[in-house]
């Protein structure tokens, strides 16, 4: 009975073993470098990169139609383009990174709608904005693929540099200058895996996978290493229940995804045992001499 409910729609159907494999590569890529982006109190830049990929994806869009690769390079040029924007307004005028990054995802996001409406139907916005996990075709399974492999190899050479400029940027820039290629890689890396991510689950829900497993992994472990292990664990674990959810519900799967990663993130909230509600409502220990 549970294999029948569990699995059978997976061997039964092509498009659901798709579907699984492709926002499983996604969750395994992505939930890792949205620990970094928590940690390093950048949580909100994810969001912004995210609806920041719009125009790009949009003007390839205009040009070739649905087609994979002009909206994949579109997309990574805008990404790249408002993360490396935002970062020199705010080094250079008196506008801080949020507020300069808050008015290039805005702008963005507006030019991104208004090209699409140019030639597109209200069907083909929601494609772009929700993205169609259940029609992931080879060249796009592929290409997540691609996007998963390449992360966790630049994840894995960078991961020393990277703790150190998360814990301490300032110790990290006094013993060398691997601190600016080091920020530029990772906000590299986040941009693909958002490029990729529109493809399966759209622009707008994109980054979900991204940030809610890491804050629910963040709310039960304290050290680094188990953080990513199980914001990776939850992102795939969400795929999966979304998915099947979805299946038998007959609702749309990427908000299933989604909505499944915020139910872990909801449970955590309230039982993590880093920094949820119970924690912080039980006495604590008194220290005797």
């Keep these: 009975m549970l294999y029948k409910v569990l699995v059978e729609p997976f061997i039964e ?25 928590i940690l390093r109190r950048m949580a909100l830049s994810g969001d912004a990169m995210a609806h920041a990929i719009l125009p790009g994806a949009a003007l390839g869009y205009l040009v070739a139609g649905l087609a994979l690769g002009p909206m994949t390079i579109g997309g990574l040029i805008a990404g790249l383009f ?57 060249a796009t399974l592929l290409l997540l693929a691609s996007i998963s492999t390449l992360t966790l190899i630049g994840l894995a050479l960078l991961y020393r540099p990277l703790v150190m400029e998360t814990v301490d940027p300032g ?19 986040v941009v693909l895996n958002l490029v990729g991510g529109f493809h399966a689950l759209g622009t707008l829900l994109a980054v979900g996978m991204m940030m809610l497993p890491a804050a629910s992994a963040r709310l039960i472990a304290r050290d680094m290493t188990a953080m990513i292990a199980l914001a990776a664990g939850q992102g795939m674990l969400a795929s999966y229940a979304g998915l099947i959810i979805s299946f038998y519900a007959g609702l749309p799967s990427g908000p299933l995804i989604i909505l499944t990663a915020g139910l872990f993130y909801l449970l955590a909230l309230v039982f993590g045992p880093a920094g949820g509600l119970l924690r912080r409502l039980r006495p604590r220990r008194h220290l005797e001499a």
């Design 171 to 189: 110790f990290l820039a006094s013993v060398g200058r691997a601190g600016g290629p080091t920020q530029i890689i990772f906000l590299t890396l």
């Design 82 to 138: 408002v993360a490396i924007g935002s970062g020199v307004v705010a080094r250079t005028t008196i506008l801080r990174e949020d507020a300069s990054m808050a008015a290039f995802y805005l702008i963005s996001l507006a030019l991104g709608v208004t090209v699409i409406s140019l030639r597109g139907s209200n069907i083909d916005i929601l494609h772009v904005l929700f993205g169609s996990v259940l029609a992931l075709d080879d």
């Design 13 to 37: 159907f092509e498009f659901m073993r798709r579907a699984l494999v492709g926002s499983m590569a996604l969750a395994l890529a992505s939930s890792p470098l949205g620990v970094f982006l």
